[in-house]
């Protein structure tokens, strides 16, 4: 049977309100930098600079998995901030030296193809 969308005139109009357009007293925005090479680790952080960002609350180191994978998260550095824009041009200020996987370091997707 069809089922009436009760909702649909507010999605036509831009006025649902989704998942995405939540917002909560306080929330916070986060944006992660992840590693470049996969099962790479991070050795140091530098987040002076991205702490500088108006709106920046702060930055979370984040541990990488340990093997097997499995559904567990790569593992890198959070910024968390009042909004997208704050997180955003403050995740391009972090200065972060990687501990790269040796294994996969040198991949090039060119020669694999």
């Given at each position: 049977k069809d089922v009436a969308m009760v909702d649909q005139?507010?999605?036509?109009?831009?006025?649902?309100?989704?998942?995405?357009?939540?917002?909560?007293?306080?929330m916070l925005?986060?944006?992660?930098?992840?590693?470049p090479v996969y099962d790479s680790k991070l050795k140091a952080v530098d987040a002076?600079?991205?702490?500088?960002?108006?709106?920046?609350?702060?930055t979370v180191n984040l541990p990488g998995?340990?093997?097997?994978h499995a559904f567990q998260q790569v593992g890198g550095v959070a910024v968390l901030g009042n909004s997208t824009w704050a997180v955003l041009q403050a995740r391009k200020k972090l200065k972060i030296d990687w501990d790269l996987n040796p294994e996969h370091a040198n991949f090039n997707s060119a020669a694999y193809k």
């Open positions: 005139h507010n999605v036509v109009m831009g006025k649902a309100t989704f998942g995405i357009d939540a917002k909560r007293p306080e925005y986060a944006m992660v930098e992840r590693p002076s600079e991205a702490l500088k960002v108006p709106g920046v609350a702060q998995f340990k093997q097997p």
